[in-house]
């Protein structure tokens, strides 16, 4: 069984930027493709960018040209560098991967 434990969230000003990270732990071997969801209040649960063991990736198109994801796979980490914060990307982000989710981070970003 994979855990998966976020951290970086916070609270930002508008045009600011986090960075937000996700370790894995336990039956890492199995971690192929790892990915970064957000929850908004009110609304379901989205995607917001993956990437695969091999480094491909893809994004909302929300966040496309301001979110870069990457992974450090001898580390079993993966990040989410947000830059140019808006409002709407206010929300619990998660971390995910194999069915698993992280316990989640907050981002509030403050007009």
């Known amino acids: 069984q994979v855990q998966l434990v976020e951290s970086g969230g916070g609270l930002v000003q508008a045009g600011g930027s986090l960075r937000l990270s996700c370790v894995a732990s336990?039956?890492?071997?199995?971690?192929?493709?790892m990915a970064w969801y957000r929850q908004a209040p009110g609304k379901q649960r989205e995607l917001v960018a993956a990437?695969?063991?091999?480094?491909?990736?893809n994004y909302a198109d929300s966040v496309k040209g301001r979110f870069t994801i990457s992974r450090d796979n001898a580390k079993s980490s993966v990040y989410l560098q947000m830059n140019s914060l808006k409002p709407e990307d206010t929300g619990v982000y998660y971390c995910?991967?194999?069915?698993?989710w992280g316990q989640g981070t907050q981002v509030t970003v403050s007009s």
């Open positions: 995910q991967t194999s069915g698993i």
């Open positions: 990437i695969t063991r091999g480094g491909s990736r």
């Open positions: 336990g039956s890492i071997f199995s971690i192929i493709n």
